[in-house]
């Protein structure tokens, strides 16, 4: 009944921007926290940053100052803009949100597919 569609992935250079969106669809559920994880080659899925329902953000100290999250509640869509883009930027980013149904007690994490961003010149 979930289900995260993820876009706005591709190659860039040095220095340049992207813009991911991820959108939540489905009906009869509520969204608690939405947010961004990467993976690069070889390496663990990391953190890159969060933003709960209340607009609380998190972000992991590699992407501060540069990445900004953001929500829109009414379309369950969280978007991730992506300034002075790094090559150590470059991996498979992927969409999370915690999801709860309509009368049930505990969220459940939902994934996106992954989305590739490549940082090279």
């Known amino acids: 009944q979930v289900q995260l569609v993820e876009s706005g992935g591709g190659l860039v250079q040095p220095g340049g921007s992207l813009r991911l969106s991820c959108a939540a669809s489905?009906?009869?559920?509520?969204?608690?926290?939405m947010g961004w994880h990467r993976q690069a080659p070889g390496k663990e899925r990391v953190l890159v940053a969060t933003?709960?329902?209340?607009?609380?953000?998190n972000y992991a100290d590699s992407v501060k100052g540069r990445f900004t999250i953001s929500r829109d509640n009414a379309k369950n869509t969280v978007y991730l803009q992506m300034n002075t883009l790094k090559p150590e930027d470059t991996a498979v980013y992927f969409c999370?949100?915690?999801?709860?149904?309509?009368?049930?007690?505990?969220?459940?994490?939902?994934w996106g597919q992954g989305t590739q961003v490549t940082v090279s010149s």
């Open positions: 999370n949100a915690q999801v709860k149904k309509y009368g049930g007690t505990f969220y459940t994490s939902y």
């Open positions: 489905g009906s009869g559920f509520s969204i608690n926290a």
């Open positions: 933003i709960i329902s209340d607009g609380r953000t």
